[in-house]
Structure formats: C-alpha cells, structure tokens
C-alpha cells in the first residue's frame, strides 16, 4: 500500500509562514489534495490537484508538489488557521490519507 | 449550497450491522462519484469506498479494511447514499462522512458525519 508521510505537528509564529510537508514515493507523479480539519468539523478542501484553491479559499493557502514532497504553505498564519490539516492522493484505485499534520499558531 | 446530511449511526454491538444514510441537495446528485470516510476518535482520516455514477455504471470500489463486510449503494431518484456495514467490529468505531467526490478526484463536499460506536 501506499503511505503518506506527515509531521504529527508544526508550529507558526503568529504572521508567519508555515510549511506543512507530505512525504510519499514519487508524489510528484500524484495530484495531492489538502484538507483542513478544525476541532468539532468536518474536514474542508483547502487545495486540489497539488496547488488549486476551490472557490472560497483565501489566497494564504498555496501548495505545490515535486518528486518525493508536497507541500502546503500557508502565509500570514492566524489563530483561526489552527487546525488539522490531511495530504491525500489516490493510488491503486484507493484513496490515501497522511497522518495529518497539527497546526500551532503561537 | 451544496448539502450532505448523515443519519443513521448509534451503538451497535460487535458482530451488529447497521445502515448509514445520506441526504444530498444542492448539486446533481446523480453526475457524482460519492465516498465515505471515516475517522475514528482521536485519529486521522480514513477512506472507506466509492460509488460511481450511472455512466460508470455505479461500479464501487473498497478500502481492504472493509471489503467483504461493507456495501455502497445510492438512490438517484432520492439523491441518496448510503452505507451498509455488516459483521461490525470494536475498530469500525468512528465517525463517517458522506463525501462528494469531484474533478480532480478531490473531495470537495462533506457532511457533518454521523457517529458509529461498536460496543458491547
């Protein structure tokens, strides 16, 4: 099976850039999807196809994808960023979810 | 605005089976691809199946952690999913989304998700 690689967590200082990786084998040859999961909700797509913002989703959020790494980056961290955040790929016909990554705004 | 709506968790015991419902409004149901997902407490996210749409001749596809005990069908005239899930065990425990499956093979929409507790 495939496996996504995530850090449990990531911290930000408030207004700063926080980077959240998603490590896979050749991921770079995926589309990967980022989710954003606040306590109590449900998760919420936050970038499709490595670096696509569904309508609604601020400019802050950005991603990109290459060889073995996604990444997303989110610009201007705020309080209201704090959340889960999930990597999510398709391989074999299976959807694939990382770990998730905790965002810590501090 | 698009809905999902889930209905039909509670307790059931080990061995148990239970039926899981998802109302969808907002968008044409039936051009979709629908999933579930589920996530058990504490934990992260977990891809359970799919459903295609009519032109794909509803075919569905499985996690392996679930194939054999769970079924996906959908309504189209209701604009409905759902989820039927046999031989439950203590690690079904979670809380299942209805997810609608978009260009991209992104999930773009989600319920609220409805909470499945395996117990006895």
């Known amino acids: 099976s495939y496996d996504l690689t995530q850090p449990l967590s990531v911290s930000v200082t408030l207004g700063q850039t926080a980077r959240i990786s998603c490590g896979g084998n050749n991921i770079g040859s995926k589309s990967v999807h980022w989710y954003q999961q606040k306590p109590g909700q449900a998760p919420v797509l936050v970038i499709y196809?490595?670096?696509i913002r569904p309508s609604g989703i601020p400019d802050k959020f950005s991603g990109s994808n290459s060889l073995n790494r996604a990444t997303l980056t989110i610009s201007g961290a705020q309080a209201g960023d704090e959340a889960d955040y999930y990597c999510?790929?398709?391989?074999?016909?299976?959807?694939?979810f990382g770990g998730g990554t905790k965002l810590t705004v501090l | 605005e698009v809905q999902l709506v889930e209905s039909g968790g509670g307790l059931v015991h080990p061995g148990g089976s239970l039926r899981l419902s998802c109302a969808a409004s907002?968008?044409?149901?039936?051009?979709?691809?629908m999933d579930w997902v589920r996530q058990a407490p504490g934990k992260g996210l977990e891809w359970v199946g799919r459903?295609?749409?009519?032109?794909?001749?509803?075919?569905?596809e499985y996690a392996a952690s679930v194939k054999g005990t769970f079924t996906i069908s959908r309504d189209d005239s209701k604009n409905s999913l759902y989820l039927r899930m046999n031989s439950l065990k203590s690690e079904d425990t979670a809380i299942y989304y209805c997810?609608?499956?978009?260009?991209?093979?992104?999930?773009?929409?989600w319920g609220q998700g409805t909470l499945v507790t395996v117990s006895s």
């Open positions: 997810v609608r499956g978009s260009s991209g093979r992104s999930f773009d929409s």
């Open positions: 196809r490595d670096s």
């Open positions: 459903i295609r749409n009519k032109v794909n001749s509803y075919t569905t």
């Open positions: 999510q790929v398709w391989d074999s016909g299976s959807a694939v």
């Open positions: 907002g968008f044409t149901f039936s051009d979709h691809y």
